[in-house]
Structures are given as C-alpha cells and as structure tokens.
Nanobody, 115 residues
Framework: QVQLVESGGGLVEAGGSLRLSCAAS????????MGWYRQALGKQRDMVAV???????HYADSVKDRFSISRHNANNTIFLQMNNLKPEDTAVYYC?????????WGQGTQVTVSS
C-alpha cells in the first residue's frame, strides 16, 4: 500500500507561480513512475507531467516550458513547479505513483488561477 499526501495548491493570479508537493509513504518495494494529473470541472483527468525513478520527465504539450517536475527518491517525494500560470490551468491536481501491480492516487489539491 502507498499513501500519497499532496500540498501546495491554492489561488493565484494569472502569470503567478505555485509549487506542488507529493510525498509517498507506506509499505512498498519500489515506486516506478510518479507524476501529476489534473481534472478541470466537467472534463476528463489528463496527464500534466510524470517522472521516472531515473529522473526522466515527460510533459503535456500545454505545460511545456512553464512547468517543471522533480523527484527526490530518498524520501519518495515529487514536486511540480508551475510558472506563468494561466486560467486554463485551473483544476484539481492529483499525484500518482505507479508500482507493480497497482497505481495509487492522492486525494487532489485545488489550483485556481484568476484572470
């Protein structure tokens, strides 16, 4: 079992920045990919950024050059630095941890960007 605790969401004006954190704990052997998805009201949940345990990141086209994901394997924590935020970034952001054989999700943290 893996428990994921997210923090760092909030309300920010367009052009501002936020930093999300997600810490994994529990009983597990190894976490492979970790990352962030988001779900805007009335829309499907989409990938924002993921990172392998080797530190290789992958971003959605909509956030490239604005968001940066990083990972500290020693304490199973990932971060998402979000810069130049836009109103269309408003969503609930969910952390995901991929292990074998299960995927685990956090409870989500709200990010709201005002215009």
């Amino acid at each position: 079992q893996v428990q994921l605790v997210e923090s760092g969401g909030g309300l920010v004006e367009a052009g501002g920045s936020l930093r999300l954190s997600c810490a994994a704990s529990g009983s597990f052997f190894r976490i492979g990919v970790m990352g962030w998805y988001r779900q805007a009201l009335g829309k499907q949940r989409d990938m924002v950024a993921v990172i392998t345990d080797g530190g290789l990141p992958h971003y959605a086209d909509s956030v490239k050059d604005r968001f940066s994901i990083s990972r500290h394997n020693a304490n199973n924590t990932i971060f998402l630095q979000m810069n130049n935020l836009k109103p269309e970034d408003t969503a609930v952001y969910y952390c995901i941890a991929i292990t074998t054989p299960n995927d685990y999700w956090g409870q989500g943290t709200q990010v709201t960007v005002s215009s």
